[in-house]
């Protein structure tokens, strides 16, 4: 029985309309086309929806790679693309921008201990006064991360003042650093001495040029017997002898370091004989306590030369180094031989000045209650004795 609806098994031509309806072979052709582009159309789709679901299969199959996925990456906020023609300075702000954007996400994740393999030695355990360990692994690292990114954020503001920190940076409020004494290497010099000086008079003028504040702390900074109250000093008494330098700012610290360790380095490698810092302390503690005998500045009355006293001197006995000119007021040499007698200024001069002296001389008499008359200020046989009794008194002698 003939069954309209049925398809040949060679071809794809309907051939139910041309015997039952008798159409035209335009009409047969036309509905041939359609059948052909509704059965190629769902052939595409079918091809489609296959290789969507073969691509997702594959991905879940694809091994991880160590360089992580496009879901994991990080906008670090700059170009990652570097470039042939980019400058050394370009390159380190690159390569600055690049190290603060991993300390922070470090910090962000709480990533900061190194593996095993990675890690330093860790020191000796440091207690507070409560028991506790304050100097624990993450907190080592975690405060070595955050000084590093200070001093990376400092350099980028200096390189460009508009640079704007993350937005969970707190900038610290001081700065701090730790020099240690080498007390141990060298028992038989007294570091502690030469950093404070006489009643603290060289610690004192280190923080007055640095800015920084300097305290000395650890083993040893606090002599026997006696004991410290406040926490931080308790809380450094198990580590080496060490100076704690703290500031506001990261110069004032470098510069109080500095300081210290040339204290340090020249305490060390010169002799105690010959350490100019160690004579200039003992000089100002004598000079301070009131026993100073200031042989190298004293002036010999005899010579005039500095560094000895007047019976030291090796030059024969002189008597004009006494005389004193009125007109120049140098010495050895009276007025008559002087070289500004001649001098119209210099006389001139000389007159203001022994004025001056007979002015303050009849005030002071006249405070004592003394009468005195003003008229032999200016009588000048009074200077006529004078030099007549000292060039008396030379041929005398």
């Known amino acids: 029985m003939y069954k309209p609806s049925t398809i040949t098994g060679t071809n794809n031509i309907p051939l139910g309309k041309r015997r ?24 595409k789709r079918a091809k489609e929806e296959n290789d969507q679901q073969t691509a997702t299969e594959e991905r879940k199959r694809k091994r991880r790679s160590r360089w992580g996925g496009e879901e994991t990456k990080v906008d670090i906020g700059v170009p990652t693309a570097i470039t042939y023609n980019m400058s050394k300075e370009q390159l380190d702000t690159y390569l600055l921008h690049m190290r603060l954007e991993e300390i922070g996400r470090k910090l962000r994740l709480g990533d900061y201990v190194p593996p095993e393999k990675e890690r330093s030695p860790s020191p000796e355990p440091i207690y507070d006064s409560q028991g506790k360990r304050v100097n624990t692994r993450e907190y080592r690292y975690r405060k070595k991360l955050e000084d590093e990114r200070h001093k990376l954020i400092e350099e980028a503001v200096r390189r460009n003042p508009d640079f704007k920190p993350p937005a969970d940076y707190k900038k610290p409020t001081k700065v701090q650093d730790k020099v240690y004494i080498p007390a141990k290497e060298f028992p038989e010099i007294n570091f502690i001495g030469l950093l404070i000086g006489p009643r603290g008079n060289t610690l004192k003028k280190m923080e007055s040029e640095s800015g920084a504040k300097i305290s000395i702390r650890g083993r040893g900074s606090v002599k026997e017997g006696k004991s410290r109250t406040d926490a931080a000093a308790n809380a450094n008494q198990e580590e080496d002898l060490h100076c704690l330098v703290t500031a506001d700012a990261e110069e004032k610290v470098a510069k109080a370091v500095k300081m210290i ?36 500045n004293q002036i010999c009355t005899n010579c005039g030369a500095t560094g000895h006293r ?18 120049c007021g140098g010495h050895g040499h009276t007025a008559r031989d002087c070289m500004e007698r001649n001098n119209p200024e210099a006389l001139q001069q000389a007159k203001q000045r022994d004025q001056k002296l007979d002015s303050e001389y ?20 009074i200077k006529v004795v004078c030099i007549n009794i000292v060039v008396d008194t030379i041929d005398m002698i």
């Open 20 to 43: 039952l309806a008798g159409g035209s072979n335009e009409e047969v052709e036309d509905l041939a086309e359609k059948k052909l582009e509704s059965n190629g159309n769902s052939l």
């Open 261 to 296: 360790n040339k204290i340090i380095e020249t305490s060390a490698s010169v002799p105690e004989g010959q350490n100019e810092l160690k004579r200039q302390q003992l000089r100002e503690l004598a000079a301070l306590n009131g026993t100073l005998r200031d042989d190298e």
């Open 310 to 327: 007047k019976y030291e001197c090796t030059e024969t006995q002189n008597f004009t180094i006494n005389l004193t000119c009125r007109i």
């Open 362 to 381: 009849l005030s002071l008499m006249a405070e004592l209650g003394e009468n005195v008359e003003s008229s032999r200020s200016n009588d000048p046989g």
